[in-house]
Every structure is written in structure tokens, then in C-alpha cells.
């Protein structure tokens, strides 16, 4: 194992739940409602995509041009970052400064694969900008998760090989994006929800995210 890559939101810290709380804002004041369970859907997924199947649930898809899609999008933003100026270093979740210590300590290198356009703010607020080796861009990655090219842009800007690499999320869709990267894809969430998606093995909480049992994990099933 040469290199943890994380995802950001609801792995590092708890801002899925404020992505949660923003989209059902904007999609309430349109007359749209959505639950937790269709929220799953919307983890690890772009903004536009997101409200591109915020549209389609409701059925309005249709209704809105571009430019209006691109208000929608910026109003959500805009609350979602109002949201992030809560976010202190204590906010990190539990396990994640330890774990980051102990990749340190063995040399292994740290990169972020997130969607968010907002990761770089949201990791200076936690004061966690210098543990990593490696932040994607994701404006630059063309398909988004599922895709595995986020985490693909993570490896060989790290350089190493896929099969050198954890991945670790929260999301369905990042999961998949892990796997067909050829990565050992670590879950973090409900064991059914993250078995069903691919997950090699599946931890309830962060605070599970100890550094001796990701080796120990990755070792029984990689010879490298
Ligand atoms: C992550 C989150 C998604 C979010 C996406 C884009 O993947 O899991 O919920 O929609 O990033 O975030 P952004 O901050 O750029 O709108
Ligand atoms: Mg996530």
C-alpha cells in the first residue's frame, strides 16, 4: 500500500449532511421534496448532475433552461457556503488526524479525490491543507463518479499504480468509481448500502479508520 485516497464530504467531515440540507432548500422552494434514501443518489455527484436528478425526480426536468439551471445551482451554493463558514477544525470527524498522522509517519501518500468545487475551502476550515500529497481538480476530470477517473488522476499524480492504492467514501458512486479504478475500495456508511456497491470492507464509523487494520485489510487481499 503506497497511497490513501480520500473522499471529502462525509468522510473527513460532516458536510453531506449540509449538502443534504441545501438541496432540499432549493428543491422545496421549486415544490420538489426528497428523503435521505434518495439523497444516497446524489452523493459523490457533481452539482449539476445533481440537480439535474433533483429535476427529473419531480418530474420538471423539462421546465428549465439552462441559465435557470445555473441560478438553481448557484442558490444552493450560495447556502451550502454559508453553511461551511460553521466548519472549525473540531468539526473533522473522528479518526481522520489520527489516521492522517500514521499515513505520514509510514510514508504513505495522501491524495483527495472530491467532487466538490468547495474541497479546498472546506480543507483549509478543518486546518488539513498540508496533509495531502495531491488535491484532484475535479473541474479538470471529465466524467465524475462512477467514474473511476477522479481517482485515476489521483494515482499517477501521486505516482503510483492503482493497485497501490485505498480508496476510501461514503457515497455508492464513489465506491463503484473505486473499484473500476482497480482500487481496495473502503466503505464508510450502512454495511448493506456500501456491500451492494462494491465496498472490500465496510466501517460504520471513522473512528474504525485505524492505519494498522487498513494495512492488515489491504494486505489480505493484494500481494503487493
Ligand atoms: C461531493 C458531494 C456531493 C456534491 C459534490 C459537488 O461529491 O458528495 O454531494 O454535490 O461534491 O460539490 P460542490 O461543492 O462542488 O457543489
Ligand atoms: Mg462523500
Request: with cysteine.
Given at each position: 500500500m503506497k497511497a490513501v485516497i480520500f473522499d471529502l464530504d462525509g468522510v473527513i467531515t460532516d458536510t453531506a449532511e449540509f449538502h443534504f440540507q441545501a438541496w432540499r432548500n432549493m428543491a422545496n422552494s421549486i415544490h420538489i421534496d426528497f428523503d435521505r434514501e434518495f439523497n444516497e443518489e446524489l452523493k459523490g455527484i457533481s452539482r449539476m448532475d445533481s440537480l439535474n436528478k433533483i429535476l427529473d425526480y419531480g418530474g420538471v426536468i423539462d421546465n428549465y433552461s439552462d441559465e435557470q439551471k445555473e441560478e438553481l445551482a448557484d442558490s444552493k451554493n450560495n447556502e451550502y457556503v454559508s453553511l461551511l463558514s460553521e466548519l472549525?477544525?473540531?468539526?473533522?470527524?473522528?479518526?481522520?488526524?489520527?489516521?492522517?498522522?500514521?499515513?505520514?509517519?509510514?510514508?504513505?501518500?495522501?491524495?483527495?479525490?472530491?467532487?466538490?468545487?468547495?474541497?479546498?475551502?472546506?480543507?483549509?476550515?478543518?486546518?488539513?491543507?498540508?496533509?495531502?500529497?495531491?488535491?484532484?481538480?475535479?473541474?479538470?476530470?471529465?466524467?465524475?463518479?462512477?467514474?473511476?477517473d477522479i481517482f485515476l488522476k489521483a494515482a499517477l499524480d501521486l505516482g503510483v499504480t492503482p493497485?497501490?492504492?485505498?480508496?476510501?467514501?461514503?457515497?455508492?458512486?464513489?465506491?463503484?468509481?473505486?473499484?473500476?479504478?482497480?482500487?481496495?475500495?473502503?466503505?464508510?456508511g450502512t454495511v448493506d448500502v456500501m456491500k451492494?456497491?462494491?465496498?472490500?470492507?465496510?466501517?460504520?464509523?471513522?473512528?474504525?479508520?485505524?492505519?494498522?487494520s487498513l494495512l492488515d485489510a489491504f494486505k489480505q487481499t493484494s500481494p503487493l
Amino acid at each position: 500500500m503506497k497511497a490513501v485516497i480520500f473522499d471529502l464530504d462525509g468522510v473527513i467531515t460532516d458536510t453531506a449532511e449540509f449538502h443534504f440540507q441545501a438541496w432540499r432548500n432549493m428543491a422545496n422552494s421549486i415544490h420538489i421534496d426528497f428523503d435521505r434514501e434518495f439523497n444516497e443518489e446524489l452523493k459523490g455527484i457533481s452539482r449539476m448532475d445533481s440537480l439535474n436528478k433533483i429535476l427529473d425526480y419531480g418530474g420538471v426536468i423539462d421546465n428549465y433552461s439552462d441559465e435557470q439551471k445555473e441560478e438553481l445551482a448557484d442558490s444552493k451554493n450560495n447556502e451550502y457556503v454559508s453553511l461551511l463558514s460553521e466548519l472549525k477544525p473540531e468539526h473533522i470527524y473522528p479518526g481522520i488526524k489520527k489516521l492522517l498522522d500514521a499515513l505520514k509517519e509510514n510514508d504513505i501518500k495522501i491524495g483527495l479525490a472530491s467532487a466538490s468545487k468547495n474541497g479546498p475551502t472546506i480543507l483549509d476550515r478543518l486546518g488539513i491543507t498540508n496533509y495531502f500529497d495531491v488535491i484532484v481538480n475535479p473541474a479538470l476530470i471529465e466524467n465524475g463518479k462512477p467514474a473511476p477517473d477522479i481517482f485515476l488522476k489521483a494515482a499517477l499524480d501521486l505516482g503510483v499504480t492503482p493497485e497501490e492504492c485505498i480508496g476510501i467514501e461514503d457515497a455508492e458512486a464513489g465506491i463503484k468509481a473505486i473499484k473500476d479504478a482497480n482500487m481496495f475500495a473502503v466503505g464508510v456508511g450502512t454495511v448493506d448500502v456500501m456491500k451492494k456497491a462494491g465496498a472490500d470492507i465496510v466501517l460504520e464509523n471513522t473512528k474504525e479508520l485505524v492505519f494498522s487494520s487498513l494495512l492488515d485489510a489491504f494486505k489480505q487481499t493484494s500481494p503487493l
